[in-house]
């Protein structure tokens, strides 16, 4: 379904490991579902790229999924994010950051580096196309 698929790795081990940590990262994925600072889509997404280089059956599964699929479907295939997961997600770590950086860090570089990586992943979220 993926034009962004991968062919399977021919290494069984490699292959095994790939797809427990996909199903570990689905796994996650579900809780963050409930859990508001756990990313979900992320975890999904990461979990679609060591399926499709580990099961193609599982990677099937995720994206074919009902409530699962359409969360990573539309990136994959290269139609961006909606507009409403942007602003969440932009959200949702700029409050994490923020909180961080304000009572739990107290180191200066590392509220620089956190605040770096917040601009990044901003400017990323930002240039991907919504559909």
Known sequence: MSNR?????????????LAVI????????????????LPTVPLLLLAAA??????????????EHPQLGPMIRGYLEGQGIPLRAKVKAIA???TSISLSALFFIPLIWV?????AIGL???I???RLPAP
């Open 124 to 126: 990323y979220l930002l």
């Open 111 to 115: 509220k620089i580096f956190l605040i």
């Open 50 to 63: 060591c399926f499709a280089r580990s099961s193609e059956r599982f990677h099937h599964w995720l994206l």
């Open 5 to 17: 698929s991968k062919s399977p790795i021919s290494n069984r081990g490699l292959r095994t490991a």
């Open 120 to 122: 990044c992943i901003t």
């Open 22 to 37: 996909g199903l570990f990262c689905t796994a996650l994925a579900v809780i963050g579902i409930f859990v508001p600072l």
């Open 92 to 94: 949702l770590i700029w």
